[in-house]
């Protein structure tokens, strides 16, 4: 129960008594007089500046003048409904535009920073990239020595293609020279050329199932006569893969002279009469990847049951099939002048 004239304090708390109207007690010192407890929520001393916070809701009171804002009275509300707030504070102070400007121009430097790195480290691959193709291309292109197996394979191909490369004339010369028994100097004239033919149709069949199973091209011949008009020879060139598949055709070959190359005659010519009926003897010779096979017979049409066999044995016949035949090979498989450096004689 509160009594007149004082106001009602917390019980247990103390409280504070002003000094007495009349002045300062007796003795000459003035003090205060705690008589309870704290003062109660939503109510303040009289004549205190501070508010004192209510304990039911974020209610707070102003001494009086305080709270006027811009003509208008401060009322002590917090429109927010949170906890009350001093007067003059009106919230979150707002951020300083120089310092946002300051954090976007940072953060655009980072990431220009971060772009000019990756730039560069494109710009480095490239250079490298450009760099090892430039030297690699320098090396594949610029004149360097030829190395042995670049040297061996320069006359594998050289040889290779000298049946279709080269001209007829040059593969099948229009003279021959060879060198008779009484080693004198003799040339063979070439009478004609036969048309190219498949392997199989200008040999015998023995002959023909090795050339086929080797992989045999094609088959070129030409008739030759010797200086006095006696004999008639027969040149076939069978063109093979490779030299491998001609080394194991050749292996293959029947050790027998009745056998080898068709002849080829031809008309109005003293070997109009040369046929198969009229080989003497028959053999072949390698070079690269050809086999030239060489076939002899007379050109009075003579047969080779007609010919003794002694005949036969001391007779030019056969040296100057072997020599025409030899000449052709030769010069299909001589080795050609291979360069030193890739781009010619340079490096």
């Known amino acids: 129960m509160s009594q007149p004239g004082r106001s009602e304090q917390p019980a247990g708390r103390p409280e504070i008594t002003p000094a007495p109207p009349g002045g300062a007690p007796r003795g000459g010192s003035s003090r205060r007089v705690i008589t309870g407890g704290l003062p109660r929520a939503g109510r303040s001393r009289r004549g ?3 508010p004192v916070a209510s304990s039911r809701g974020a ?9 006027d804002r811009a003509g208008g009275r401060y009322d002590g509300r917090d429109r927010g409904g949170g906890a009350a707030r001093w007067p003059g504070f009106g919230g979150r102070r707002p951020a300083d535009p120089r310092a946002a400007e300051h954090e976007e121009l940072a953060r655009g430097v980072r990431y220009r920073s971060a772009l000019l790195f990756l730039l560069a480290a494109i710009i480095v691959v490239a250079v490298v990239n450009v760099v090892i193709s430039t030297t690699a291309l320098m090396r594949e292109t610029g004149s360097r020595p030829l190395t042995t197996a670049e040297r061996a394979a320069y006359v594998e191909e050289d040889i290779a293609r000298r049946w279709h490369a080269w001209p007829v004339h040059v593969v099948f010369p229009s003279d021959l020279e060879y060198i008779g028994l009484a080693h004198t100097r003799h040339y063979a004239h070439r009478v004609g050329i036969a048309p190219e033919v498949p392997c199989r149709e200008g040999v015998d069949a023995p002959v023909a199932g090795v050339l086929e199973e080797h992989g ?3 088959l070129l011949r030409a008739t030759y006569v010797d200086q006095t008009g006696m004999f008639a020879v027969t ?4 063109v093979l893969k490779n030299e491998e598949e001609r080394v194991k055709a050749a292996a293959k070959l029947p050790v027998d002279d009745r056998v080898g190359v068709h002849p080829v005659a031809f008309p109005n010519t003293v070997t109009s009469l040369f046929g198969k009926a009229q080989r003497q003897r028959n ?3 390698g070079a690269g990847p050809y086999i030239v096979f060489s076939t002899a017979g007379y050109t009075d049409g003579r047969t080779r049951e007609a010919v003794p066999p002694e005949e036969i044995l001391h007779s030019e016949l056969w040296p100057t099939a072997q020599s025409i035949a030899g000449h052709i090979a030769h010069a299909l498989g001589e080795p050609p002048n291979v ?3 890739t781009q010619g004689n340079v490096c």
């Open 48 to 50: 205190s500046p501070f």
């Open 59 to 67: 209610r707070t009171r102003y001494a009086s003048g305080a709270g």
């Open 216 to 218: 045999c091209r094609t």
């Open 235 to 238: 040149v076939g060139i069978a």
């Open 283 to 285: 053999g072949w010779v």
């Open 339 to 341: 360069p030193r450096c």
